[in-house]
């Protein structure tokens, strides 16, 4: 049976243009369209759609509000559509963050990898409806959790030792803001240096760096072309610019350099895991997190050629078991763990007898 979906923008010929292009895939049907959430919502009990596309800004309700109300009363796959600007990718963070399954730019009809990206997108979400739905009941239960003590506990940050790596990384997809926040936060001041890529659009890495600084005792930023990488930081690969690229110069640096895709992405984790892996360094610790496609499978496998540790994230708490799936498929992982144990893995490359 076809994706049932509804599409909510407050702007009717945006309205057709997503329409237009969801309809051009044969496994997607659009059911509805809405103008704002009150007659999303109508709508929604009404059609009982697979798949929600949903505008962020839109008048009486914004897409934040009305996402919030959904994961809550019902909460379902929604993929969230977000204007390119810094405001558009501040909102997006936070609607990840919520339980949105993705967020994509505004499309544009010239892109067709965009085009194909948006069908796909909502292809998988459908697929990830267990998952959302299983997510936001233990939220709930969380958040009932934390309002009940007064105030949640802060993450247990992970002390350094000398089993500690000299560089992470890591690599991620959809899925991967709020697993990379599980991750990091856990992190301690002085941890390895570190580098991530995880796919986002363009500004939206910018956003996500600032967001997770907030929330770190590290230092987060995003990465800048032939930029020293130093203890107590943790670096970003900015989005759609080009491929993030790691040297040993004495010192670790980093290097961002224009390309096509690779595997489908740019940048993309497999320059990022491969080019570490030309160090030919033991004491590297890799980390394959939640997302579509096999990005990051080639890398890592090449990566445990070195003697680096390597870890993937395992299928019950992806939020889409696609890249760590390729790489538990080549072998490339020497462990599969889930999500809470990833943190402490990665941070200890040789555990004391």
Known sequence: ?????????????????????????????????????????D??????????TLDIEMPRMNGLEFLARLMKLRPM????????????????????RMGAFSCLPKPNMTDERALLEMCNMVKAAAKAAPVIKRKAGLQAGAS???????????????ARTVDSPELIAIGSSTGGVEALE????????????????????ANFTTSFATRLNSMCAPTVMEARDNLQLERGHIYIAPGAVGHM?????????????????????????????ESIAKFGNSRISAALLTGMGHDGADGMLALQNTGAKTVAQNEATCVVYGMPAAAVKLGAAKEILPLTDIAEAILIVKRRK
Do not use: Y
Not at 78 to 95: F, L, N, Q, T
Not at 260 to 269: A, F, L, M, N
């Open 245 to 273: 690229t790691i040297k040993r110069l004495g010192e670790f640096r980093c290097f961002i350099r224009p390309g096509e895709p690779r595997s489908g992405h740019k940048p993309s984790v497999d320059m990022m895991f």
């Open 77 to 96: 796959p929604v993929v969230m559509i977000s204007s390119h600007g810094a405001k558009g990718a501040d909102a997006a963070i936070s609607a990840l």
């Open 144 to 158: 009932a959790a934390a309002s009940a003590v007064g105030t949640a506990r802060p993450a247990n940050l992970i």
């Open 182 to 201: 599980t991750i990091v936060t856990r992190f301690p001041a002085d941890c390895p240096p570190t580098v991530i890529t995880q796919h986002m659009p």
């Open 1 to 41: 049976m076809p994706i049932r979906t509804l599409v909510v923008d407050d702007s009717v010929s945006m309205q057709r243009i997503i329409s237009s292009i969801l309809e051009g895939d044969p496994q997607i049907e659009v059911v509805g369209t809405a103008i704002d959430a009150f007659e999303a919502r």
């Open 43 to 52: 709508k929604i009990k009404e059609l009982n759609p697979d798949v929600v």
